[in-house]
């Protein structure tokens, strides 16, 4: 399938860094500029449009992830929905959270730094090819919540949320998610997974503008949380400036105090029309046999040590290598002079195509890292 007026990048780059940034869609394009277009001729005359837009966002993102709208909130990045639930959760002296390390920073920093003293922080190590048994081996009756993310920045390794989160169940410890390396790629559905919060953001596999992240909680996990944030978007009537009941409402929209991100609503609705547009199982099978075809090609050059798993279900849109005797800045530089786009984690080039990714556009990069694990380089 020829992609390239959906995604305009392929006629210009080899886009292999999805899991950092990914380019927009001609039709995410579209819709910021009808946006603007919309602003700077009339400023907010078109409100009623840009909440039209919010709800068809509401209600694109709860079928994304099989959730009831009731339980996402749209918050700005995958940071503060982590943040909001370690700083809210009704810690106990004696409690326990198990999280994992080298994870990434936002995965890390809130369970340090805004539990309070008392609990005790149970780092573990990543074991890249059986990360689960780790995880469950530090479970135990003290534990209230297990922090991953649920395919991994540095490695690409996706993990078996089914045997985390009931496991993390049958001590009573909650099953946090940072998604954002999920959402977008792969399917995931709340309603049959057993996880209790799903935080992801949107420049990556979603897609769109940065500045925007979707925020599931499973209610009974909701609850738990202390008010961080308060203020006058959190109800349904939310025009009713006049309220005397400030309670709090019991969805998601509680995580919502103020005003949006308009801009990225735009955006990130016009993506997720297009990721719906194409059969979510179809676009997952095409993204695996781009990492597929990444690390099978990478396996026959010599010397290159593959980090992520070539098991199909153990990986989403991430391969991550450690080049023979070169320095990844170097791969990088290589890769970039032929206008292939891709990031360095650690010791390792991290490749991360699309579903779209043509597959010459695959090869040709596989060529250029043959060509410098064989010559010198520039
Ligand atoms: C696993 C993971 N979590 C969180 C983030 C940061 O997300 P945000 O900027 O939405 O807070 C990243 C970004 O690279 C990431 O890879």
């Not at 990130?268 to 781009?290: T, V, Y």
Request: glycine fraction near 8%; aromatic fraction near 8%.
């Amino acid at each position: 399938m020829d992609y390239s007026e959906a995604f305009p990048v392929i006629d210009r780059h080899t886009w292999l860094n999805h899991a950092a940034i990914s380019p927009w869609p001609a039709a995410v394009g579209d819709a910021m500029r009808g946006f603007v277009d919309m602003n700077v001729a009339q400023g907010p005359l078109g409100y009623a449009k840009w909440l039209d837009t919010e709800q068809s966002l509401r209600r694109r993102a709860a079928a994304l992830i099989g959730a009831e709208q009731d339980d996402l909130a749209l918050i700005k990045n995958t940071s503060e929905g982590l943040s909001l639930i370690a700083a809210g959760l009704d810690w106990q002296p004696g409690d326990a959270l198990v999280c994992c390390a080298g994870d990434f920073p936002s995965n890390l920093m809130p369970w340090h730094q805004l539990v309070p003293d008392f609990v005790d922080v149970r780092e573990v190590p990543f074991d890249v090819g059986d990360p689960e048994t780790v995880l469950l081996g530090a479970l135990d009756d003290d534990v209230r919540v297990l922090a991953v993310s649920s395919v991994r920045y540095d490695s690409g390794v996706r993990l078996d949320l089914d045997r985390l989160g009931h496991a993390a169940h049958r001590v009573g410890a909650l099953l946090v998610v940072d998604a954002i390396q999920h959402l977008g790629a792969l399917p995931m559905n709340v309603a049959e997974a057993p996880v209790d919060f799903v935080v992801g953001g949107s420049h990556k596999w979603l897609l769109a503008p940065e500045g925007l992240a979707l925020f599931w909680s499973r209610p009974s996990a909701r609850r738990r949380l202390r008010t961080l944030q308060t203020g006058w978007r959190m109800w349904p009537d939310m025009f009713n400036f006049e309220r005397s009941d400030w309670t709090r409402p019991d969805t998601a929209r509680r995580f919502e105090p103020g005003t949006l991100n308009m801009a990225g609503i735009h955006g990130l609705d016009a993506s997720l029309e297009l990721l719906q547009s194409i059969d979510p199982a179809a676009r997952a099978e095409q993204l695996l046999d781009r990492t597929g075809w990444l690390i099978d090609g990478l396996a026959r050059m010599p010397g290159i040590e593959i980090v992520t798993p070539a098991e199909r279900g153990r990986r989403a849109g991430i391969v991550c290598f450690v080049p023979a005797n070169r320095d990844p800045d170097a791969v990088l530089k290589r890769l970039a002079s032929r206008s292939i786009f891709a990031a360095r984690r650690g010791r390792s080039v991290r490749l991360s195509p699309n579903f779209y990714t043509p597959e010459n556009q695959i090869e040709r990069a596989l060529e250029v890292i043959a060509g410098i694990a064989t010559h010198d380089v520039d």
